[in-house]
Structure formats: C-alpha cells, structure tokens
C-alpha cells in the first residue's frame, strides 16, 4: 500500500465519527481527550479518598491520647494515603494532563498509541482497586509506610501480595503511560514543532517520561524481591539468610527520589504555561527552563542516600550526598527566578488559575527550603523521621503540585467544555485552600523541630496545640475541596453561561497551539497540521 | 497517521520497552553491586564469613582498643543469648578468646544463625576472626544450652582514629526456613 493511500484512509477515518453513544464509549475509547478526562475523573476520586484518609489521620491527632481508631489502623491510613495520593491522585492527575494537552500543544491528531493509551488506563483503576481493596483483607492493609520498608512490611497480612501486584499494575500503566508520551512528542510533532519550541509542560513531561521508565521497573524489582523473601525463600533482604534490609532502601530510594520528581517536574511545566499568560508576556528564560529540568531529572538518580542519612554511612557517604542533594537547589533556583522575572514588570492579572501559580511559587519555595536544611546531613539526624519532613513534603506536594493541578483545571476547563467557571466561587476556593494548608503545614514545622515523630497515633502533651491547629486546618483543606467538586460540575454543565471565545483568556493564542483551536474543542483535533507555530514563550 | 510514522513509532517503543525490561534487571544487578561495593568498603560492617587461619602477627604494645560485644536476638527467636564480658582492652596483633552464651528456651530443636555487623562498618576489614559460631548455623537440642568461643584479633593496621570496635550479633531462629530449604 502506498504512503498516499494510507494517509487518504486515515483521513476518511477520523472525519467519518464522533464519539460512541452511551458508557460503552468511555470504555472502549482511544480518544485522548476521552482518556484525558478519565484519568483526571478517577484521579479527583481518588483525591477524595486519599484526603478522607487524611482526615481519619489528622481526627486521630486533633488531641493526645488514643481517640477513634486502632494503632495498626491508624498506620495503615499513613500509608494507604500516601500511596493512593502519589499513584492513584498526583500521579494520573498529570497522565491526564497530558493527554489532553500534548497533542493539543504539539498539533498533533491524537496520542501516537491511542489503544495502549485506553489499556494504561484500566489497568491504573485495576491497580488501584487492587490497592484498596487491602483496605478490607485479614490484618488490615499495609501499614508500614509507604516505603514499605522489609523486614516491617513482611509482617502485613494477607494485604502483602494484593499491595505488591497492584504496584505491579501501577508501574506497568505508568511505564505505558509513559512510552506513549515519548512516542507522541518525538514522532507526531506538527511540521515547524521543533523541540526547542515545544511549549515548556511538553518540554517537563517527555523528561518525567524517560525518568518513569527508568525507575517504575526498579522499582516493581524490589517489590518482587519482597514478595520473593516472603513467600519463596530468598534471602534479599533477611539478615539472617545472608541478605541485609538496608539494601531494600538503597533500591527503593533509587526510585523514590526522581519519584517525587516525576510529581514536580510536570507542575513546573503548568506553572511556565500559566504564569506568562496572566503576566502577558513571554516566559523568562525558555532555553534555560528546559536545562534547569533536565538537569533536576539527572541530579535525582545521585542523590537518593540522603534519605538514609540516619542509617549508617561513613562520613564520606554523607558529605556527597549532602553536596549532591545541595546542588538540586541550583536549577530549581533558577526556575523560581525565572517564574518571578516572567511575572516582573508584568500587566498582570488575578484569575483563579494565576493565583493559585502565585501561590505555587511562593509556597513551594518554602518547601524547597526546608529540603535545604535537611540536606545537611548532621541536622538531617534532628530533623529524620519527625513532623518537619512531614511539613516538608507536603508542602512540595500539596501547596506546588495540588495547587497546581486546581490552577491548570480552572486554566483548561473553559478551553475543554466551552463554558466559563464561577470566578467569584474560584477565588473564594483559592483563598480557603490558600490559608487552611497553611494552617495545616505549617504548624508541622514547630512539632517536627520540637520532636514529635511522624506515624505515630499518640503524641507527648506539650505537641497538643500545634496538632490542634493542623487538624483544623486539615479539615477546612479538605471540606474546601469539595467547593473545587461544585465548581467543576457547575462548569460542566454550562457554568457562567457567558460565552467563551476560543483564545479564553487575553492573547493566549500567541503562546499555545490549543487556543487556536474552538472551545469547546471539537472532538477531534488537528486532523490536519497547524501552519503555524505560536513563538511568544521565546 | 501514515505508514512512516507508524514504522518510527514502532522502532521507538521497542526501545523504550527495552529500557524499561533494562531497567528492571539494572534492580536486580543492584544486589550483587551492593555487595561488591560493601565488600570493598565495609559500608555496612559485614565481616568475613569463614574462618581466617591463625598467624602470628607483630603485637602493638604501645596501643589499647577497646573492643565491645553486644548480643540480640531477633523477635522471632526464642533463646537465651549474651557474652561473658561485654567489652575488653586489647592489643592490635594479639590473638584473644571471648565465650558467647546461648540457650534454647523452647521444648523443641532449634537452627538458629548468628548474624556479627561491626561498628563502625570500616573497622571491619581490620578485625579477623579465626573462629567464631557465625560461621555456620547452630543447631540445639530442646534446652539445650552452649558456651561458644570466638576467637579474633585486631589489625595493627588499624588507623588511628579507630578506638573502640563494637562486635554485634543478632541470633535469628532459622529451624523453619532450614526445614524448607531441606526438601
């Protein structure tokens, strides 16, 4: 068959149907923006549940003393929440970003893999039903952390095997995930797409691509080194077979450290999206954006002892691990630099997605900060293991990459339905998020800095008003969220009512290719290339 | 989509795929790396498993460590379990006995397996045991209980900074997992 015949068919298909009728298409669909939507559907479901396991955790610590669940219960919610909030929230969030955007952002007709894109999909929900479902298994769901650190977590019950497989699952969606945006980004680029003018969260999200590829298979290894120790007799990990435990965590932090890259990165490339839009100019320093982020991505697999300061390592060990993990704050300095030039001298404006990317740059600012001072290791041994590390990754997570994601809805959603949110009720969302995660967080630093460990269900007496304070935060944060629910489904179906133009916010269209296109956006897009370019991010 | 790029998609996902089944090996290659790299720097306080023959060596007269011993039993294991002296000043070069005392507290026999980690990890390539119950499993009979020696010395090699060596051992009960291995 000839190249021109091909192409005639593919042609003849696109145009030939829109999406199926009934549930059936959101099953079978290998429509990016179908599988987008999906992913971001089951990741707010699973933020809701996620959240709600925190809320158990911060009504369990709202005073000293054992108030409304067991000890073992109460880990298991440690646990379970960050495991669901990392691959079942932050995780799909962004795969969901991604397929919408990419191809919009590339002028491209769809994902390159479109059938492979509907399989990472269910097998995510496998997986993380997978996961939940030890939620109800004899002796509870794991509850060692979410490290799952042996010989700890080979004392989970029956849940053991069910938490390994679904990581399995997991990592494979994520790995395909993952090849499928690499695909898309080298191979189905619009004539004129060079690299080096691929908006910058296309830019951050084929890095967190090689990088999950890169550490998801590791990752899946050490898992099935436990499930190996537990039930076949290896000795990886059993001191008493000739293995050592403290291998486990050299291995799962090779993977856990450019893991909680794989969350960032992706929230630095919306930030770069949103934040010259509102300012009306070009992003500050593209070219060094690119090298800053991939300069993160390989600083992350050599530095991922830090961890483990507290160990046991000879004091070399800890000083290149010190000085390595020091480095990271240099690109990542330049990014905040480059985000607060962009904004310098800007016709700025205040729309609910601009606020929460202000937000974003100040507050995980600070959490890049306290990452500093746990960097150095002799302070890291006051800090390991407390409420301050607690603070510290929660506010690089919840405050950057939460805030984020909230930031990039409000930015996209008028784009995807056609209709304009509630700006009075996302502003008053931003501002409720925006002070209870800091009446949340930030009474963590003081309890870390004063000692109190983390994972624990009880705490000393003198820790009682700090943790009162975070409490009520945490439910302020949390029950603010479902305004961002109401917000969402209001939009849906219909919003302001006010009719959306196609660039949706000023000028838009000179920085990215979607704003060229209707909103809402037609079922498919770019069947044919876009002539030009946008060069404004330049 | 035409028939080009559908070649070049190809060629780039078994690429990919190919780095991802790369990568879960790279997991496995970690454990004998690990090892390796422990070997050559005693990071995490291994010491040798067999026994090392009994030379004479020049004595330091002129230099004292203290060498320590603390005895664990890891939780699963039901015994008795400790050293007759729980530290000693010896003499780098000097050969030294110290007994270990260890009992079955259950009424059935045991294999237990007595795991040493020297602290700090470094110090263990100059602290050589010419015998010791580590190297192989020890098995009980019910109640049974065993005096154990260890027999050791101290390279004069050792650098200055090092003054005390701690010698630990961890009893694990191993009769289930020597049962299974057995079949």
Not at chain 1, 65 to 80: A, D
Not at chain 1, 121 to 138: C, Q
Not at chain 1, 233 to 245: E, I, L, R
Not at chain 2, 2 to 29: E, H, S
Request: charged residues 15%; glycine residues 6%; aromatic residues 14%.
């Amino acid at each position: 068959m000839s190249a021109v015949v091909a192409e005639h068919d593919d042609h003849h298909d696109h145009h030939d149907h829109g999406p199926e009728k009934g549930l059936l298409r959101w099953i079978i669909t290998t429509n990016h923006k179908d599988i987008g939507t999906l992913y971001l559907v089951f990741a707010l479901a699973m933020f809701f549940l996620g959240g709600a396991m925190a809320l158990v955790i911060r009504a369990e610590l709202f005073e000293p003393g054992l108030q409304f669940v067991e000890p073992q219960f109460f880990n298991s919610m440690t646990t379970m929440h960050a495991l669901i909030m990392v691959f079942g929230a932050v995780m799909p969030a962004f795969v969901g970003l991604a397929n919408w955007m990419i191809p919009l952002m590339i002028g491209a007709p769809d994902m390159a893999l479109p059938r492979m894109n509907n399989m990472s999909f269910w097998l995510l929900v496998a997986g993380a039903l997978l996961l939940a479902s030890t939620l109800f298994m004899e002796g509870g769901a794991p509850a060692s952390g979410w490290t799952l650190y042996p010989p700890l977590v080979l004392q989970t019950g029956a849940a053991l095997p069910f938490a390994i497989f679904s990581v399995h699952l997991l990592g494979i969606s994520s790995i395909m995930g993952a090849i499928n945006i690499i695909a898309t980004i080298f191979n189905m680029r619009a004539p004129g797409m060079t690299l080096m003018k691929m908006p910058l969260f296309v830019w951050t999200w084929l890095i967190t691509a090689f990088l999950l590829i890169a550490i998801m298979p590791v990752f899946a290894g050490a898992v099935t080194m436990l499930l190996t120790d537990r039930f076949f007799d290896t000795s990886f990990f059993d001191a008493a077979g000739g293995g050592d435990p403290v291998l486990y965590q050299h291995i799962f932090w090779f993977f856990g450290h450019p893991e909680v890259y794989v969350m960032i990165l992706p929230t630095f490339g919306v930030a770069s999206t949103i934040i010259p839009v509102f300012a009306r100019k070009p992003l500050f320093g593209y070219s060094s954006m690119v090298y800053a982020t991939a300069s993160i991505a390989f600083l992350s697999f050599i530095v991922w002892a830090h961890h483990m300061f507290t160990v046991g390592m000879p004091v070399a060990g800890e000083l290149y691990f010190m000085y390595a993990t020091m480095l990271i704050a240099i690109p990542t300095g330049v990014k905040v630099f480059n985000w607060t030039a962009t904004m310098w001298k800007g016709s700025m404006t205040f729309e609910t997605p601009m606020l929460f990317s202000i937000a974003f740059v100040v507050l995980f600012t600070m959490g890049g900060f306290t990452g500093l001072m746990m960097s150095v290791a002799p302070s890291d041994f006051q800090y390991h293991d407390t409420y301050f590390i607690v603070a510290h990754f929660h506010y690089t997570l919840v405050p950057a990459s939460i805030f984020i994601l909230m930031a990039a809805a409000y930015f996209w959603l008028p784009k995807w339905t056609g209709n304009m949110y509630d700006e009075k009720l996302g502003q008053l969302h931003f501002w409720l998020s925006a002070i209870s995660v800091n009446v949340l967080f930030f009474p963590q630093h003081f309890l870390g800095l004063a000692g109190m460990p983390r994972r624990i269900p009880d705490y000393a007496v003198q820790f009682a008003d700090w943790n009162m304070v975070s409490s009520i935060g945490a439910f302020v944060f949390g029950f603010s969220q479902l305004l961002f629910l109401y917000i969402v489904i209001k939009t849906i179906r219909g919003g302001t009512g006010e009719e959306v133009t196609s660039e949706v916010w000023e000028d838009a269209s000179k920085h990215s290719l979607e704003w060229t296109l209707p909103s809402p956006l037609p079922y498919h897009t770019f069947t044919t290339p876009p002539k030009e370019i946008p060069t404004e991010h330049f | 989509m035409n028939d080009d790029t559908k070649q070049k998609n190809r060629k780039l996902v078994r690429n990919l795929v190919l780095i991802a089944v790369g990568m879960f090996g790279f997991g496995y290659v970690l454990v004998p790396i690990y090892d390796v790299f422990c070997d050559i720097t005693g990071l995490n306080g291994k010491t040798a498993s067999v026994a090392a023959a009994e030379t004479a060596r020049e004595v330091d007269e002129s230099r004292e460590v203290t060498v320590e011993f603390v005895t664990s039993l890891n939780q699963a294991a039901p015994m008795a379990f400790r050293a007759e002296t729980y530290k000693m000043k010896v003499h780098p070069g000097q050969y030294y006995t110290v007994n270990f005392y260890a009992e079955n507290l259950t009424d059935k026999p045991m294999i237990a397996r007595a795991i040493p980690s020297i602290t700090p990890g470094q110090a263990a390539e100059f602290f050589t045991k010419t015998q010791c119950f580590c190297f192989d499993e020890q098995s009980f009979e019910a109640h049974e209980s065993k005096t154990m020696p260890v027999r050791f010395v101290v390279d004069p090699k050792l650098p200055e900074k090092y003054k005390t060596i701690t010698l630990a051992y961890t009893f694990f009960d191993n009769t289930e997992l020597t049962a299974k291995k057995q079949k």
